[in-house]
C-alpha cells in the first residue's frame, strides 16, 4: 500500500522490553535530552497517534513544547501542533482528557464500527469520529490519513499500536529508546504483544543507526523501502 502517510513508530523501553510499570505515575523511561529529540521530531511530522488506553493511562497532551519549533510550524502555515489522532475499539474516552482539551489542532478519532455512536456521543462535538471498521482496519486509518492530507505519521503508543502497525507492515521506521534499568514486572505493559511480526531471526530488521543521548541510547531501525535516511 502507497497511498498513506510515511509512518514513524516511536517508543522508549526499559532493558527488559517495558513502556510502563503498575504504579499509577508515569514511568519516566528518557531524560530531558532526548524529550528535546522527540519534540524535534513531533514539529517535523503532520499528525501523531497514541492508543485509546494511553490516552487513559497517561492522559498525554502531545503537544510540541518548544514555542520556538511552534513558531516555526505557524510560520510554514501549519498549526502549532501536528494534528493529534487515536484508535479506540470501545469508545472509551473522556472529553476531558488532555488530548481533546488541549492544542488549537484538529483531532480525529478511529472507532471500531460497534462503537461508532458510543465514541461520537462521547467526543463527537470536539473531534472528527470515523468509523474504521469492525474489527478496527488499520490500512483503512492510514488511507484516510492520507486522504486528509496527512503525508507523515507518528506513532507514539501504546503497545497494542506498536504491535498492529508492525504487525500490519505499515512501519516505515521504528525509533527505540533503551533506558538503562529494568522494570522487572511482568504485568506492566511491554513495548509490543505477540504477533506475527515481518521480522524475526530469518529476516532481521535493518539498524540505521544507534545514538547514545547521555544515559540512553536510541536505535533507529528501517523497517520498509520508503526509509528516510
Not at 521530531?41 to 503532520?46: I, L, T
Not at 492522559?59 to 518548544?66: Q, Y
Not at 503508543?157 to 521504528?174: P, Q
Not at 521480522?199 to 532481521?204: A, G, L, P, S, Y
Request: proline fraction near 3%.
Amino acid at each position: 500500500m502507497t497511498n498513506r502517510p510515511y509512518i514513524l513508530l516511536s517508543c522508549a523501553a526499559s532493558l527488559d522490553g517495558y513502556i510502563d510499570d503498575n504504579t499509577s505515575e508515569r514511568l519516566l523511561l528518557s531524560n530531558d535530552a532526548d524529550f528535546d529529540r522527540v519534540d524535534e521530531v513531533r514539529a517535523d511530522y503532520d499528525a501523531i497517534l497514541v492508543g485509546a488506553n494511553t490516552i487513559r493511562r497517561d492522559n498525554p497532551r502531545l503537544l510540541v513544547r518548544s514555542e520556538a519549533r511552534r513558531d516555526a510550524r505557524v510560520a510554514r502555515g501549519l498549526t502549532a501542533t501536528p494534528t493529534k489522532v487515536t484508535i479506540t475499539r470501545n469508545g472509551d474516552l473522556s472529553p476531558d482528557a488532555q488530548f481533546f482539551a488541549t492544542g488549537d489542532t484538529d483531532k480525529v478519532v478511529y472507532t471500531a464500527s460497534s462503537a461508532f455512536d458510543k465514541t461520537q456521543q462521547a467526543v463527537g462535538a470536539i473531534a472528527d469520529v470515523v468509523d474504521a471498521g469492525d474489527p478496527v482496519d488499520f490500512h483503512r486509518v492510514v488511507a484516510d490519513l492520507a486522504r486528509r492530507g496527512i503525508s507523515k505519521l507518528m506513532v507514539e503508543g501504546g503497545g497494542s499500536m506498536h504491535t498492529e502497525f508492525l504487525t500490519t507492515g505499515l512501519a516505515d521506521e521504528l525509533h527505540l529508546v533503551v533506558a538503562p534499568f529494568f522494570v522487572g514486572d511482568s504485568d506492566a505493559p511491554r513495548f509490543v504483544k505477540g504477533g506475527a511480526f515481518p521480522w524475526n531471526k530469518d529476516h532481521r530488521a535493518r539498524l540505521a543507526s544507534a545514538t547514545q543521548i547521555q544515559d540512553v541510547i536510541l536505535l533507529r531501525y528501517a523497517l520498509s523501502d520508503r526509509f528516510q535516511a
